[in-house]
């Protein structure tokens, strides 16, 4: 069982930046691809970006391509997502999830975690 602990979120201006982190409590960490996802009140929660195993292969939504990194440290079972350049619809709950690989769709992941509060104002 894989638990997973967001934090880093909070409230910023247009064309700030914030650094997520998502620490999980398993050992078997580096086994895992983790990804983020996000949603928007009144809407469905949408892949934003994966990172394999390894670290070595990355996956972007195209709405945050060229704004926002993905990358983990295996060491401290951490997987981070910085942000910058926000947008007011990048306001949103955002999530760490793992599964075997990465995926696009919610139900092919095994764990998430609960959830961290990003919101940008214009």
């Known amino acids: 069982q894989v638990q997973l602990v967001e934090s880093g979120g909070g409230l910023v201006q247009a064309g700030g930046s914030l650094r997520l982190s998502c620490a999980a409590s398993?050992?078997?960490?580096?086994?895992?691809?983790m990804s983020w996802f996000r949603q928007a009140p009144g809407k469905e929660r949408e892949f934003v970006a994966g990172?394999?195993?390894?670290?070595?292969?990355?996956d972007y939504a195209d709405s945050v391509k060229g704004r926002f990194t993905i990358s983990r440290d295996n060491a401290k079972n951490t997987v981070y997502l910085q942000m910058d350049s926000l947008k007011p619809e990048d306001t949103a709950v955002y999530y760490c999830?793992?599964?075997?690989?990465?995926?696009?769709?919610?139900?092919?992941?095994?764990?998430w975690g609960q959830g961290t509060q990003v919101t940008v104002s214009s």
């Open positions: 999830a793992a599964a075997r690989g990465i995926y696009y769709r919610v139900h092919d992941y095994d764990y």
């Open positions: 398993e050992r078997t960490f580096s086994s895992y691809a």
């Open positions: 990172i394999n195993w390894g670290g070595g292969s990355t």
